[in-house]
């Protein structure tokens, strides 16, 4: 596997490569879902019959609707539950949403059933997890891992700190993981595994260090 960054690593990464690199951040996330969205035909474990993405309304929720466009596009039968406050939801989540809108995608609320899905998509929180767990995201995380659904990660598994790979409260135990650049430090450790199951390390135009950078 190649080499791991730490969290803090990934976001500078994400940053200098949008904001000085000028590769603009809807193309990352274009790039971010459909490498994921090819990982998840290529894991034989997971049964794509009837998918619910679980999306927070950060960019790993943008990732996560990038997703579910591209099933709906190629005729697989998938939902969306969104997480969270929608007034503080990221310029690029609230894109996707709108094109997931144009495609109408359908929505469900808290109350869904998960027994009903045969894989859940976890784009719950990524590189941007700062704190504990709780309310409505802990019963979510709660209730995926309790289904009968197997679970595909988005970046990091929600809940797992990234750097220790510690639960910060409660955390998404995945059957596989997409992780966007490189694997996050805290990943590749031992407690991790249960948690991030395999991994699929995604190039999405992200690179650490630059052969023609001048500086
Ligand atoms: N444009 C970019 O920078 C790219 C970002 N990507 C994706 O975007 C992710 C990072 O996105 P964001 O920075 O929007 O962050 P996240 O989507 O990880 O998190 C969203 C927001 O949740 C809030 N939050 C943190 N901890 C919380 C908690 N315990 N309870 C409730 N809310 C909490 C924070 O305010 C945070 O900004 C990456 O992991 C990756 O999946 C990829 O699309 C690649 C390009
Ligand atoms: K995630």
Known sequence: MTQAITVEESRELDDKTINKI??????LMERAGLKIYENMLDNK????????ILAGTGNNGGDGLVVARLL???????SILTVGNPDHASE?????????????IPKVFMNADF??????VDALFGSGLSRNVGGDFATVI????????????????????????????????A?????????????????????????YVDDI?????????NE
């Open 142 to 173: 709660d209730k995926a891992n309790a289904s009968t659904a197997k679970i595909h990660a988005i970046d990091i598994p929600s809940g797992l700190n990234g750097d220790t790979g510690e639960v910060m409260g409660t955390a998404i135990k």
């Open 115 to 120: 027994n009903k899905f045969t894989t859940l």
């Open 92 to 104: 690029d989540h609230l894109a996707q949403a709108r094109i997931c809108n144009y495609y109408q």
């Open 205 to 213: 135009g992200i690179y650490r260090g630059n052969a023609f950078e």
């Open 22 to 27: 000028g590769i603009p951040s809807l193309v």
């Open 72 to 78: 709906a596009t190629h005729g697989y039968q998938v």
């Open 45 to 52: 474990d997971l049964d794509l019959s009837n998918v619910l």
């Open 175 to 199: 059957t596989s993981t997409s992780t966007v650049a490189y694997p996050k430090v805290g990943m590749l450790k031992d407690q991790a595994k249960p948690y991030t199951g395999k991994i």
